[in-house]
């Protein structure tokens, strides 16, 4: 009974190099969350995604990054042409249902920009 | 736009001891409010949910109260052990979509 999976667990890229981000819900969930957590600072909301859709991404910003959750296969957030601020763990996050239902989180992949 | 606030930031207890973090968030319509705990390098555990009709939530050691009119919540630790040493994070949720955090009381229990 796998939990949330997210690959890579660690991630070094270049500047100006392209980042992609995987995660596997929990089996049976359809809704997936994205969020990042930046050094010395809390956890902060960036996409909410179901099947094929982006519920709300009012957390992303505005250039450079994207998410998908495909009907076969992870979720994916991909971050282009990164800068050194994009270096911090990203964290997905899976439930059932949605919002009446327990977020249930992955370990984060960590993104070091050189 | 909701803010989350945790206090204290930092807790640093003698093992045995029962403790009190506390939570407060600015807008009480949530549907509810979730209790984290996360270890260094590690990802989020969900520890308690209290939906927003519920006062409540209980699990052995721990217990989480709701009180939406005052914004507040509470994560009580009874009984504290070297293992519960770690951040302790609570999260607010408005509905479809993710969760607004607090930055979390990093605590530590001494042996």
């Known amino acids: 009974n796998a939990g949330v999976m997210q690959n890579p667990r660690h991630l070094v890229r270049r500047r100006g190099q392209e980042a992609r981000l995987r995660c596997s819900p929990m089996?049976?969930?359809?809704?997936v969350y994205w969020y990042r957590q930046l050094p010395e600072e809390g956890l902060k909301f960036m996409v909410y995604?179901?099947?094929?859709?982006?519920?709300?991404e009012s957390g992303m910003p505005k250039e450079r990054f994207s998410a998908e959750f495909p009907k076969e296969g992870p979720s994916i957030l991909r971050i282009q042409q990164v800068v050194r601020g994009d270096s911090a763990a990203y964290f997905c996050?899976?439930?059932?249902?949605?919002?009446?239902?327990?977020?249930?989180f992955g370990d984060g992949t960590r993104l070091s920009i050189l | 736009k909701q803010e989350v606030t945790q206090i204290p930031a930092a807790l640093s207890v003698p093992e045995g001891e029962n403790l009190v973090l506390n939570c407060s968030f600015t807008?009480?319509?949530?549907?509810?409010l979730q209790w984290f705990r996360q270890d260094p390098g590690k990802g989020l555990t969900s520890l308690l949910l209290?939906?927003?009709?519920?006062r409540e939530q209980t699990s052995g050691r721990l217990n989480a109260s709701l009180d939406k009119s005052s914004g507040r919540s509470t994560l009580y630790i009874a009984a504290s052990q070297p293992g519960d040493s770690a951040t302790y994070l609570c999260?607010?949720?408005?509905?479809?979509?993710?969760?607004?955090f607090g930055k979390g009381t990093h605590l530590i229990i001494q042996p």
């Open positions: 995604l179901q099947k094929e859709n982006i519920i709300d």
């Open positions: 996050a899976s439930s059932d249902t949605g919002a009446v239902q327990p977020q249930h």
């Open positions: 209290i939906q927003s009709s519920q």
């Open positions: 807008d009480s319509a949530i549907y509810n």
């Open positions: 089996k049976g969930h359809s809704h």
């Open positions: 999260a607010a949720s408005r509905g479809a979509d993710g969760l607004t």
